[in-house]
Every structure is written in structure tokens, then in C-alpha cells.
């Protein structure tokens, strides 16, 4: 007589993952009332980290490499030169924030940007412009995720930006972006061309990555 054993049942299923979170900034918690264009500049002048709010989310970003620095000297010294014979607008460095969206509230701040002077408020003007850059460069850094990038592309196109440049250094190439208009890649051996929003304004990918 034999014994009869009971079939062995599979394991169940494991529970789907929790997405981990991006690892390329870091979310602050929110205190009792949501942040403020005033908390963003506090924080901007009080400590070396960068600090953009996103749909209400506050995100603390690590100092720039040295690479990313040449980079956008680099650019900031072409785009002010190229203001110094056409005076279109203002040249606007790192660490400027502008208001995307008030609510919920989206201050971005991008690596470089330029505003057109007829765009830029008189005088006094608030601390953070209330619209989006004309001409937006954010440069990539090793950490960034590519949702994150997406992210910030969809943010500034929505919002008005008109010509987008994200710069990857790792991979010597320049991806442009144009409100309702073609995507681009240059590579090394390419120019950038400002288009309409920076007419005749011309960059070569080898003097950026060189």
C-alpha cells in the first residue's frame, strides 16, 4: 500500500515593486502650509544647493560638477557676446528661478536661459519672472534620470519656451527641442542655430565638447 502525498503549490505571486524614487534630487518634506515662492528664495541663499519646486514638490539638487560649469560658461559667454551685437534680450545665468505654473506652484531654474527684453516686466520686478525662458539649456549630469529630463522638457514647452537645448556632455550631443516643431540631435561635428528666437546665433559642438 502506497501513501499518497499532497502536490506541492506553488508560491504565490511576489506583490509588483514599488517604482523606487529618482535618485538624481532629493524631496524635502512639505512643512504645514505648502511651499512658498518666498521659502524657494530663503533656501536658494542659505545653503549651496540648487532647489526647484515642482507641482508643489520641493527638490534639493547637489552642486554642479566641473564639467557641467565649463559647459555653461562656455554657452553663457557665446549667447552674451552674440546680446553684445543684438540686443534682443537678457542672458540669464544658473540658479534663476521662473514661475512655469502657479497652481500648484512650479518654479524651474535652468541652467541658462534668455528672455526677450519686450517679454522681461519693468522695473521693480519680483524675484522669480512670472513666464518661461525663450531659450532654455539644461545640462545633463551623470545622475539624471531620463524621466526626470522628460519631466522638465514637457514643463518648460508647455509653459511657453519656444527653443530647448538639453546638453549631454557623457554623450557629446545636443538634443533640440521647438515649440510644435521638430526634435533634433546634434552631435560633435554640428552647429546649433539659434532659429528665430536668436536669429544668426551659431555654436560648434567641437568648441562645447572640446
Known sequence: M??????TLPDPPAPPATPA???????????????TEADLLHLGHADHYQYELVRGELRQMSPASFDHGSI???LVHALIDYTLHHPLGKVVTGDTGYVLQSE?????????SFVA??????????????????????IVSPSEQARTIAEEVSDYLTAGTRLLWVVY?????????????????????????GHEVLPGFRFALAALFG
Open 2 to 7: 502506497s501513501l499518497l502525498t499532497a502536490p
Open 21 to 35: 524614487p529618482p535618485n538624481d534630487y532629493t524631496v524635502l518634506a512639505a512643512p504645514a502650509q505648502a511651499w
Open 72 to 74: 555653461e560658461a562656455l
Open 104 to 112: 500648484p506652484l512650479t518654479i524651474r531654474v535652468p541652467d541658462v
Open 117 to 138: 527684453k519686450q517679454r522681461i516686466p519693468d522695473s521693480p520686478r519680483p524675484a522669480f519672472l512670472p513666464l518661461a525662458p525663450d531659450l532654455v539649456i539644461e
Open 169 to 193: 556632455p557623457e554623450q557629446q550631443q545636443v538634443h533640440e527641442y521647438r515649440a510644435a516643431q521638430a526634435f533634433r540631435i546634434y552631435t560633435i561635428g554640428d552647429t546649433l542655430d
